[in-house]
């Protein structure tokens, strides 16, 4: 069986207008495009703008090793939904990954898991790679229910997905304590998550499908904490906010060590 290709992606939340998206993305190409034959062997790199931006990117990214993702979705394809995007819409630019049930879109604009999982579906049925987000918040942390939090998040956005649709979903794992605050969960804390996601991935799905799946980490990632993350066999890449905001830092961590 293949190894995992660890997944780089950055998430650009509500930041940067187009010239400044097009300065990025022109310094990660500097950066990234040079080394792409080396990179690609064992990761693949992913940026997730604003969907405003996500034409001006695309356009900028024309012909680069770099993928382009998007921040989240509506899970019909069209209709009377004001303010909503759509997969067909996201695919026309080029766009193969959506990240669903960010803990911001979980907690500040109350999406709920069956909403989250119908967004999954869809991502599934047009072809494109959900990025399903789970995560405790702080509270659920020290009240000793994280990995409860964590598996039921899974187990919900995953409802109705069948065997042959199981990879390519990415699984992130996002403490919420850990998200834009600095604080990152340690490589073993993270290890352990996963390894009880994996193992849920492998009751339901079996072992080939449990081992080709990635579940990536999130929470406060930088340039300094990267390897120590990405290195360890169940991490299979990070999600990073802040720190894939500039080209110098996100480059750093792309080349991350990965062993
Ligand atoms: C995120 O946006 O998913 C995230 C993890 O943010 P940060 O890296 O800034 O903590």
Redesign the pocket.
């Known amino acids: 069986m293949e190894p995992r290709k660890k997944l780089i992606a950055g ?1 650009w ?1 509500m930041h940067l207008v187009p010239v400044e998206a097009r300065a990025l993305i022109a310094g990660l190409r500097a950066e990234i495009d040079r080394d792409a034959a080396t990179l690609a062997k064992d990761r693949e790199v992913m940026v997730a703008p604003p969907g405003v931006l996500i034409p001006a990117v695309a356009q900028a990214l024309a012909g680069s090793s770099i993928l382009l993702g998007a921040q989240n979705m509506h899970y019909e394809d069209k209709g009377a939904f004001t303010g909503e995007v759509s997969a067909p819409m996201l695919k026309s630019y080029g766009v193969t990954h959506v ?1 669903l049930g ?3 879109r979980r907690h500040i604009f109350h999406e709920p898991d069956e909403l989250i999982n119908k967004k999954v579906l869809a991502a599934l049925r047009h072809r494109m790679v959900p990025i399903l ?1 789970v995560g405790e918040t702080q509270d659920e942390h020290d009240s000793g229910n994280a990995l409860a939090v964590v598996l039921r998040q899974l187990e919900r956005g995953l409802e109705g997905i069948g065997e042959d649709q199981m990879p390519p979903v990415v699984v ?1 794992y ?1 403490p919420v304590w ?4 600095g604080r990152t969960a340690t490589p073993e804390q993270v290890e352990s998550i996963h390894g009880a996601i994996r193992g849920v991935i492998l009751e339901r799905y079996g072992r080939e499908r449990a081992s080709a799946m990635r579940i990536i980490y ?5 340039a300094e904490n990267v390897d120590s993350l990405v290195s360890k066999p169940d991490i299979d890449g990070a ?6 905001l500039k080209a110098d830092s996100f480059a750093r961590i792309v080349r991350a060590r990965t062993r």
């Open positions: 998430n939340k990240i960010h803990s911001e987000c992130a996002e850990a998200i834009g605050t999130g929470g406060s990632v930088n999600l990073v906010g802040g720190a894939s």
